[in-house]
């Protein structure tokens, strides 16, 4: 995982089985930034309260989270990683 900041939004980029999906690195329940979580596939865990969501999709899979995760499209050009946020 890495944490960037594109046009002001906090972003992370997620590494799933050589995948690179992007989901705004603040979680839905209580704001916590989420790079200090653990990835375990396609699952990331809020470091502050453990609720998990699907980094692919952004879905809240666990209480105390309700709300998915913005998700931004991707855009791999060689070793350029493009990221959509509007
Ligand atoms: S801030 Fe993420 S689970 Fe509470």
């Known amino acids: 995982m890495t944490r960037v900041v594109v046009d002001g939004v906090p972003v992370l980029l997620c590494n799933v089985d050589g995948e690179i999906y992007a989901v705004e690195d603040v979680c839905t329940h209580d704001g916590g930034a989420l790079d200090g979580g653990e990835l375990d596939g396609c699952r990331i865990m809020c ?24 998700v931004y499209p991707v855009t791999i050009d060689g070793d350029d990683i493009s990221i ?3």
Do not use: E, M, Q, Y
């Not at 998990?52 to 809240?60: C, E, L, N, S, W």
């Open 47 to 70: 470091p502050r309260h453990g609720a998990f969501f699907d980094v692919t999709t952004g879905k809240a899979l666990t209480l105390p989270a309700v709300s998915p995760l913005p």
């Open 84 to 86: 959509n946020v509007d």
